[in-house]
Nanobody, 124 residues
């Protein structure tokens, strides 16, 4: 069974950094694009970033561009999201997901496999 597990969330002060991990089990990440999403209370889930299977193509939404960096280590079956210069508005549950194909779709409904999420809270 294809499963994704996020980790690395926590409480951080504004301006701080966190690195999230998305580990795969039951399948090999090598062939799939992986996206990161977040959902704040009362808001819709939004796409943040996506990385192609080889890691050669990456995409970011404007709100996190130049602050967040997506990378992957296929040897360890893991995708990462390095988050720098965090702001209180970055507070949300963060999810990784894959469409089950090597395509970075813009629409979250195209992503079929999701992790359970990890909470990120940015507060002083």
């Amino acid at each position: 069974q294809l499963q994704l597990v996020e980790s690395g969330g926590g409480l951080v002060q504004p301006g701080g950094s966190l690195k999230l991990s998305c580990a795969a089990s039951g399948f090999t990440l090598d062939y799939y694009a992986i996206g990161w999403f977040r959902q704040a209370p009362g808001k819709e889930r939004e796409g943040l970033s996506c990385i192609s299977s080889s890691g050669t193509s990456t995409y970011y939404t404007d709100s996190v561009n130049r602050r967040f960096t997506i990378t992957r280590d296929n040897a360890n079956n893991t995708v990462y999201l390095q988050m720098n210069s965090l702001k209180p508005e970055d507070t949300a549950v963060y999810y990784c997901a894959t469409p089950g194909a090597n395509v970075c779709y813009r629409t979250r409904t195209s992503y079929n496999y999701w992790g359970q999420g990890t909470q990120v809270t940015v507060s002083s």
